[in-house]
């Protein structure tokens, strides 16, 4: 028997109003594949506080999140955005399964090692038995970024964490990131994404400015992924027709990071 292999998906919150075709692919590849998903929802959460008149600050790329960013953020990750996402992959054929990182000890999290954001948390452990019971299954994983400390205080986490996390502990044989960037740019003009780049490469991208914001979180999301066994990191547009099939058959597409 051939070991199947694992894909790991970040679906970014800046793309999944325009991201029912990248689901329905997922649909199709979780048939060949064993396939987790796990998704962003920044943009819906900082609506959803707005309509509360509520302003969102962020602190490299990570949102400081009080109690009642917390909540808004639990209602709108675990409820709203997880469920559209199930509902989309389910009419795509898949069976796919909504749980949040607070389910089953799925994350496992401590207070962020990064000062003054509030209720936001690193994760310190994934259950992958969980997660491996429900794609030995067959069954396909939709994860919302939220994680539990031991003594059960509900943590804000970023979804790139989270789920380089995810693909670090099923040592992704691809982790994907889809947003609404080409790829990682060295200048925001830039008609073209850098297509390759190591893992010193992008602590330098960091350093010297040329990531900032969102672009942040998700750089350091590779490398940690790539650190704990992900074999291959794509960082690349979400609406991009046959993403997955094209990266798959090592066609030169997006950001492509390794070790
Ligand atoms: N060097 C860079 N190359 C590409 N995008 C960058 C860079 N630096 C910052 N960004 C920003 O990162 C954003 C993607 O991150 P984010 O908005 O958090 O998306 P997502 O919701 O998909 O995680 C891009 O839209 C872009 O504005
Ligand atoms: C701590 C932190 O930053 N949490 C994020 C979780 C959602 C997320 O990361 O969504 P995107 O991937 O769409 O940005 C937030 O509250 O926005």
Redesign the pocket.
């Known amino acids: 028997m051939t070991m199947q292999k694992t894909m790991v998906i970040k679906h970014?919150?800046?793309?999944e109003a325009a991201g029912a075709r990248l689901l329905k692919e997922v649909a199709t590849w979780a048939q060949a594949m064993r396939v987790a998903l796990v998704h962003?929802g920044?943009?819906a959460i900082t609506e959803a506080l707005k309509q509360s008149g509520v302003a969102s600050t962020f602190l490299r790329?990570r949102r400081v999140t009080d109690e009642r960013t917390l909540t808004v953020a639990e209602a709108v990750l675990a409820g709203t955005v997880n469920k559209r996402i199930v509902r989309a992959l389910q009419a795509a054929g898949a069976n796919a399964v909504g749980i949040s990182g607070e389910d089953g000890g799925l994350l496992t999290a401590i207070p962020s090692v990064e000062e003054g954001l509030g209720f936001v948390g690193d994760v310190q452990r994934v259950n992958t038995k969980l997660l491996e019971t429900l794609l030995q299954a067959g069954f396909l994983p939709v994860l919302a970024p939220l994680g539990l400390e031991e003594n059960g205080q509900l943590r804000n986490v970023n979804?790139?964490a989270a789920a380089a996390a995810v693909a670090g502990a099923l040592r992704a044989d691809w982790f994907i990131?889809?947003?609404?960037?080409a790829?990682?740019?060295?200048s925001?003009d830039a008609e073209k994404p850098i297509p390759k780049l190591t893992i010193a490469d992008a602590y330098a991208?960091i350093e010297t400015g040329?990531?900032?914001?969102?672009?942040i979180p998700?750089l350091e999301a590779a490398v940690s992924a790539l650190c704990q066994g992900a074999a291959r990191v794509a960082i690349c547009d979400g609406r991009t027709e046959g993403l997955l099939a094209r990266l798959l058959s090592g066609e030169a597409i997006g950001t492509v990071l390794t070790a």
């Not at 970014?12 to 793309?15: A, D, E, R």
């Not at 990131?177 to 960037?181: C, R």
Request: without cysteine.
């Open positions: 970014g919150g800046s793309v962003g920044g943009p790329g979804a790139d990131f889809t947003t609404d960037v790829g990682v740019k060295e925001p991208l040329v990531a900032t914001g969102g672009m998700k």
